[in-house]
């Protein structure tokens, strides 16, 4: 789950409702791995995490597979050095994002 959220993996996740079930003791079982998830989330970084909704999660997917094209294809390039991202056009085409 945590995964997801680092790579920006907009797609969605289920849980079966049985997975909301769990011994009294320990709780609920999804929602106590939910909130470890956003409790270590959160510990790395103060940038929130973003409601998406089925418009966005297609938008995002959009760019990313345009993305990934664009660097299979040669026409753009990237490298990131000592914490600095640099983005190349290697074409004579406009890239544009998004």
Do not use: C, F
């Not at 929602?31 to 790395?44: E, R, T």
């Not at 990237?78 to 640099?86: H, I, K």
């Amino acid at each position: 789950m945590l995964s997801h959220v680092l790579n920006n993996d907009p797609r969605v996740g289920y849980a079966h409702q049985t997975d909301l079930i769990g011994p009294a003791a320990t709780g609920y079982t999804i929602l106590s791995l939910i909130n470890s998830m956003l409790s270590q989330y959160s510990s790395w970084t103060t940038t929130p995490l973003e409601q998406v909704t089925d418009a966005t999660d297609a938008s995002t997917l959009l760019l990313q597979s345009n993305w990934a094209s664009a660097l299979s294809s040669g026409k753009i390039s990237d490298s990131e050095t000592n914490g600095v991202v640099t983005v190349t056009n290697n074409s004579t085409s406009t890239v544009t994002y998004p």
